[in-house]
């Protein structure tokens, strides 16, 4: 899978992502909860193969038909995660090799894997305005395949309209969980904060996680240029020069907005350009949460 690099994985494993908050989750003592161990239930069968445990084998499937078969457990978790990946049309947009919905795969893929590895329930959501894709969480080894797998087919479509995607989306989610949301937060910005408190209000962990290229925010153009919205093809004529420090001044009152409404109502909002060596944007956020008592 190219969005799980071989030194990649070899870094995670060494990483833990601690719960901030406390919900609904329970791992062997990296997570805060309410709820104390573990349960397994049997999820499917699969033929025996050199090494496994002899334990393991079925032996009344043995005696019908004389072959060895390995009973699968699929195990019960209490924390569940969700990843929200936003691939609406903006999220298409890249000034050099990767676009935001790139990055934000890659993300959200190393997040699956490390969660997976602290055996960690975990769903994924892919919206835009007028669709979802919804894996509910599970954890068993096959799940993280088929969510790389539906990441992997995806391709950016449709508009923006995150207050609509999240609470339909919202509706799927009957525990309390840990929330991490990948988009370039494109839409009403009242209409954005609103979404995320509505699934804090729920008491789940949120983790925003505003995807951004460099070029949508330094604007260095030295000429008039025609700019093209991606979402409603729609077209307009103007001069970067002209309009660079308004524009930029409105960014930054927009992210100082998010940053400071979100930690009023205790979500986790993180800004990254999309040309930030990937293990920064990454291990560096971790190794943060890492030292949060």
Not at 173 to 190: A, C, E, T
Request: positive net charge; contains cysteine; charged residues 30%.
């Amino acid at each position: 899978m190219k969005y799980l690099l071989p030194e990649i994985i070899h870094k995670i494993k060494r990483l833990d992502l601690k719960a901030k908050l406390v919900v609904e989750g329970f791992l062997s003592g990296f997570h805060k909860s309410s709820y104390k161990g573990q349960a397994i239930e049997f999820a499917d069968y699969r033929p025996y193969l050199p090494g496994d445990e002899l334990k393991r084998i079925d032996w009344k499937i043995f005696a019908k038909t004389d072959k060895f078969w390995i009973r699968e457990y699929e195990e019960e978790t209490n924390l569940r995660a969700y990843l929200l990946l936003d691939n609406s049309c903006s999220m298409a947009y890249k000034s050099k090799e990767i676009s935001k919905f790139e990055y934000s795969s890659f993300l959200a893929a190393c997040f699956a894997y490390l969660l997976f590895k602290q055996h960690d329930s975990v769903g994924i959501a892919i919206f835009n305005k007028n669709n979802y894709q919804y894996l509910p969480p599970q954890f068993s080894k096959f799940h993280l395949s088929k969510i790389l797998e539906t990441i992997e087919k995806t391709k950016p479509e449709g508009e923006t309209d995150i207050l609509r995607s999240l609470t339909e989306i919202g509706k799927k989610i009957k525990k309390r969980g840990l929330i991490i949301i990948f988009s370039d937060l494109f839409d009403n910005k009242d209409n954005v904060l609103k979404a995320l408190k509505n699934l804090r209000h729920k008491k789940n962990e949120v983790l925003v996680f505003h995807i951004l290229d460099p070029n949508e925010v330094n604007l260095d153009y030295n000429e008039p240029i025609i700019v093209r919205d991606l979402e409603t093809k729609r077209e307009m004529m103007l001069d970067p020069r002209k309009i660079k420090k308004e524009y930029q001044e409105s960014l930054r009152n927009l992210f100082l907005y998010y940053k400071r409404e979100c930690i009023a109502h205790y979500i986790d909002y993180n800004f990254i350009f999309t040309n930030w060596p990937f293990e920064y944007a990454f291990f560096n956020y971790l190794e943060k949460r890492a030292r949060i008592k």
